[in-house]
């Protein structure tokens, strides 16, 4: 398996960065897909993702950078809070820590209820944070696909895809596609 990955990463090519004209500006082009069409819209967003893929992580990485940036505390709480809620999750159904907590709430109920408290008072304190941490996360994936659902194809977009589709070439995403069966 570990032959085969890296035989992988040896084939694949990342997409030339385009350019900010073609991305954005001048000579792009943009129009609200048909609704009606699931197929086409669908064909729409892969191809773009497909050709515009590198501007796409550069616009990702910037935007997520822009955001720590910005709101450093509130990136890093939200980060700790959502790994702690996960890993609390986690430890809970592979130990024993539900049979200490049954316990607990039996043998001494105001003790259990403090910490109930205390744990909802601090959830209710982080909640801002972990609600923009997710806002953050999620800003750029909504703007890849509302850039890939609007913007129109050209020339070159169709010419580069028909590429990767015949499997003269390889990208990153050409190869996410394959592996969700959306090539």
């Known amino acids: 398996m570990d032959h085969s990955l890296s035989k992988l990463t040896r084939s694949v090519e990342f ?101 109930l408290l205390a744990g909802w008072y601090t959830l209710k304190d982080v909640m801002k944070e972990i609600l923009d941490f997710l806002i953050g996360v999620q800003f750029p994936i909504i703007l890849v696909f509302l850039h890939s659902s609007l913007r129109l194809r050209n020339i070159k977009n169709k010419i580069a895809n028909q590429l990767e589709s015949i499997g003269l070439k390889k990208t990153p995403v050409g190869v996410f596609l394959e592996a969700y069966g959306l090539n």
């Open 15 to 115: 997409a030339p960065l385009r350019t900010l004209s073609d991305f954005l500006l001048e000579s792009a082009r943009f129009q609200i897909p048909d609704f009606r069409d699931q197929t086409r819209w669908a064909n729409r967003i892969r191809n773009n993702l497909l050709y515009y893929q590198t501007n796409y992580f550069l616009m990702i990485f910037l935007i997520y950078l822009i955001f720590l940036l910005i709101y450093p505390v509130k990136v890093i709480t939200g980060i700790c809070t959502i790994t702690a809620l996960y890993y609390f999750r986690y430890c809970t159904q592979l130990w024993t820590i539900h049979d200490h907590i049954v316990s607990l709430r039996k043998h001494h109920p105001i003790i259990n209820l403090f910490i």
